[in-house]
């Protein structure tokens, strides 16, 4: 994600915009493109963060770190910690985030219908 100063006017425009359309507003708290990988391999089950970056190779994990509080932060998952030996820390959808499966699905399934329309289209 590109830092961007608070009195940037494009944050500005994308933080007004998301107050006035609640369409808007969901889709920001999924994100762009690690956040719906995220919540969608949560949609499985509860995650450690080495099984989460397991699953999702391609993600660094400064950016895993990042989105994961980041969708704490926004209530969409939580972050259990177990003060054991070795520390185990936990990620889960919460009832909110778990609120999200049917659209996830739904996203999934145009997404494949998508893909192959896409390629049986003449290039």
Known sequence: MIKRK???V??????ALAAECPFIFALSLMGKRWKPAILWKM????????????AIPQISE?????????????????????????????????EFGTSLQPILKQLNTWGEKAQNIKNTMPK
Not at 10 to 15: G, I, S, Y
Not at 66 to 84: A, C, F, K, P
């Open 43 to 54: 949609t499985e089950g509860i995650y450690r963060f080495g099984e989460m970056k397991r």
């Open 62 to 94: 400064k950016m895993l770190t990042q989105h994961l509080r980041e969708l704490e932060s926004d209530g969409l998952i939580t972050r259990t910690v177990y003060h054991e030996m070795p520390l185990r820390v936990e990620y889960a959808l919460t």
């Open 10 to 15: 494009n944050l500005e425009n994308e933080k």
């Open 6 to 8: 608070e009195s940037s």
